[in-house]
């Protein structure tokens, strides 16, 4: 007897007959295999098999042993003409492909090795561990992730100064407030930066001063007397992508020695160096300065909504009543379990696994632009420069069209004050797409590439 599609099925089914009815998917395309689509969406691989058993019946696919299964040659009349589909739209995972940068390819995270660690915490937590708990965190995972940081990122680590957060986006908002709490009034970001955190910086009530970057990060000069904290991206600077320079790394440590200020370093993908060993945190120059900022959103999945900060001694109490007030606490069962995963190594393993591929990725996609790629080959996102921001535009558009999410330097809100005079560049995010979408990604990001820019 055969058994039930289900929901996830049923609709896999809908949306591969409707992409190849539309056209939107060609006679001849190459689906992915069965157990890749099959671990890309998390659903059995069975169930896969019963889709394409299903739609190579109704005459939608064909497949032969061997030569996998491909989109079949429709009559003139099924298919209607093609519609090019909104990025990270619906219509089905391989329509759009989503470059946009921030993400990795969630579709590779561990689910297996998670559920264990959730059983397992579950198993073994204390029933006072399901109470209200410390704002700082379970001690549990702070002992964890002290020990991480120490030895992976070379962070100066005290169990009793991590404060477990949800991301870091929530842990900025939290210590912007903080940091407004201790009297302090602006902040410098990074110009160029992502936007969304300036957003966060001023919704807490500081007002934000640039710091243009240049080869050697950020630039500690740009620092008004105004300024009580600075948020960096030292290891790999976003977008731009440069390692902040040793002098600029000591230059940041006395100016917030000597002005009383705090650095905020954001180490937001701080595993993924592909040259050489990453540089260390800033943190350890100065850890009576330097909040050391980290997140499961680049390792694991942003969904996970876990992140973590060292924080100097003098600004625990501020930010934990900042979390008191706010109700910002993080579930316990997600904190055990993560605790269960990095102290088996299931954390490391799969952060070695993430550094090939992603490698892999960046270098194929190097090998396909026509420009060389600035920074170091580190992270999860390459920027590509482009002649003018009228370049850019174009090909954010022409990648909509296409169904390839692109985020630039203009169009995506990096700089402080837009003004087409400066640098224009895509920021692409090659971790994003799942595996059988990548080869489609970039090729069609080469061939956009190679027809909007010159020669
Ligand atoms: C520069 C930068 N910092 C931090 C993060 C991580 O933020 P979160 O932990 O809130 O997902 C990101 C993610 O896109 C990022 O691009």
Redesign the pocket.
Known sequence: MRRGRGELGRSLESALREAVRTGRLTAGTLLPGSRALAADLGVARGTVVQVYTQLIAEGWLSGAAGSGTRVAALPATAAEPAVAAEPGGGGGPWTSVDLR??RPDVSAFPRTAWASAVRRALAAAPSRDLDYGDPAGLPALRRVVAGYLARARGVIADPELVVVVG????GLALLARALRGTGRTHLATEDPG?ARHRDLVRAAGLATVPLPVDADGADPDALTGACGAALL?PAHQ?PWGVVLAPERRAAFAAWARGADGYVIE?D?DGEFRYDQQPVGALQALAPDRVVFAG?A??TLA?GMRL?WLVVPPALREPLLRVIEETGAAVPAVHQLAFADLVARGEYDRHIRRARLAYRRRRAELARRLPYPLPGVAAGLHALLPVPTAGHERRLVEAGRRAGVGLFGLHASGYWHEPSDERPAALVLGYATPPRHAWRHGLETLGRLVDEVLPR
């Open positions: 940068p921030g991301g870091f986006a929530s992502l991206t976003h954001d937001y997140s959103s680049k942003p992140g």
